[in-house]
């Protein structure tokens, strides 16, 4: 029996659908891969997910096109939800580690409790960025504060505090991420 006849079988069972998981799992994985790259791990997980919903949505099949394609497109649209996810964690974390909130409150490093985490991020930072960086946070130092301290202009202190988030953002990133694999293992 054909993958379109019998994904239109009302009643398909658990044998006839891991017929079509064995017969279809190495392309699906394919599609998956092309997009998912850097994330192995999760591969497999979407692989299910995207049978999953074949499963559970199959009456939508309307056999305009293989079932294969109707599959890979399944497909490609779990590995954009993954990847969408993926990013709206990582703007979440950022945005609340390191960008400066628009109340006035300056608290984005007291957010972060790892503040080792922090050290590294900051260790590529020159000395002067990382002393106004930590100031302006921790410390709470006003922007004027810090142009009279340091001789530049407020308008330069912002600029160099954006710029510094900037740069230590990724590195905040990456570095939780793999802290997080250390956790996790």
Same mark, same amino acid.
């Given at each position: 029996?054909?993958?379109?006849?019998?994904?239109?079988?009302? /009643?398909?069972?658990?044998?006839?659908?891991?017929?079509?998981?064995?017969?279809?799992?190495?392309?699906?994985?394919?599609?998956?891969?092309?997009?998912?790259?850097?994330?192995?791990?999760?591969?497999?997980?979407?692989?299910?997910?995207?049978?999953?919903?074949?499963? +559970?949505?199959?009456?939508?099949?309307? *056999?305009?096109?293989?079932?294969?394609?109707?599959?890979?497109?399944?497909?490609?649209?779990?590995?954009?939800?993954?990847?969408?996810?993926?990013?709206?964690? #990582?703007?979440?974390?950022?945005?609340?580690?390191?960008?400066?909130?628009?109340?006035? /409150?300056?608290?984005?490093?007291?957010?972060?409790?790892?503040? #080792?985490?922090?050290?590294?991020?900051?260790? *590529?930072?020159?000395?002067?960025?990382?002393?106004?960086?930590?100031?302006?946070? /921790?410390?709470?130092?006003?922007?004027?504060?810090?142009?009279?301290?340091?001789?530049?202009?407020? /308008?330069?202190?912002?600029?160099?505090?954006?710029?510094?988030?900037?740069?230590?953002?990724? +590195?905040?990133?990456?570095?939780? +991420?793999?802290?997080?694999? *250390?956790? *996790?293992?």
């Amino acid at each position: 029996m054909t993958a379109t006849a019998l994904i239109r079988i009302p /009643s398909v069972d658990d044998v006839q659908f891991a017929d079509l998981y064995i017969r279809y799992r190495p392309a699906v994985a394919r599609v998956v891969t092309k997009f998912v790259r850097y994330h192995p791990d999760d591969r497999e997980d979407i692989v299910q997910n995207v049978f999953l919903r074949a499963f +559970r949505f199959r009456d939508t099949f309307r *056999g305009d096109c293989q079932f294969s394609t109707w599959l890979s497109q399944i497909a490609f649209t779990e590995s954009m939800m993954f990847l969408r996810r993926l990013k709206r964690e #990582e703007s979440c974390f950022t945005g609340q580690l390191l960008v400066e909130p628009s109340d006035g /409150s300056r608290d984005f490093l007291d957010r972060l409790a790892d503040t #080792e985490l922090l050290a590294k991020s900051m260790s *590529g930072l020159p000395q002067h960025d990382r002393q106004l960086l930590f100031r302006a946070h /921790s410390e709470q130092a006003s922007h004027e504060d810090l142009a009279i301290e340091t001789g530049y202009t407020a /308008s330069n202190i912002k600029t160099r505090l954006f710029r510094a988030r900037n740069l230590v953002r990724p +590195r905040v990133l990456a570095l939780s +991420r793999v802290m997080k694999k *250390g956790a *996790g293992a």
